[in-house]
């Protein structure tokens, strides 16, 4: 089997069997975005407690890619600290991009190869950057008094 289909595998397991779906009634905040260009809708929630996300969840729906990514990236979050949360999001983005020197991302890279299809970038990115929308939310929300 080749890396590609393994990868294939695992996003076809994750849409058709989608980890965290489903509204976070205990979310200490919640961010919804679209993405017009093919049209996927995505809200995500996050239970926050100190500096560590304990539970993500998601609903929406959309294309396999967004919605296999929204799946993965809420299993890959649970229990990290929102630092290390911030800088997954930003490995992640470089990994799309095609940048070297990235980390392995474990589940994540089965999202590698939407680096090939520039339209298919905003759906991956898409979990990622209601994450990061997520966390200035809760800065603002008295987190930290940090800028975002
Ligand atoms: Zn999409």
Known sequence: ???????????????????NRGALESASVSVGL???SCGDVLQLYLKIEGDRVQQASFTGQGCSISMSGASIMTE???????????DL????????????????LGELEALRGVRQFPMR???ATLAFNALE????????????????
């Open 1 to 19: 089997m080749s890396l590609d289909d393994l990868y294939r595998q695992v996003l076809m397991d994750h849409y058709q069997h989608p980890r």
């Open 76 to 86: 890959t979050i649970r229990g990290q600290t929102l630092e290390q949360v911030h």
């Open 121 to 123: 970038i905003k759906c």
């Open 133 to 148: 929308k997520a966390l200035q939310e809760h800065s603002k929300q008295g987190g930290d008094p940090q800028d975002g």
């Open 89 to 104: 999001a930003e490995d992640f983005k470089r990994m799309v991009r095609g940048e070297a020197d990235v980390p392995d």
């Open 34 to 36: 679209h993405n017009p």
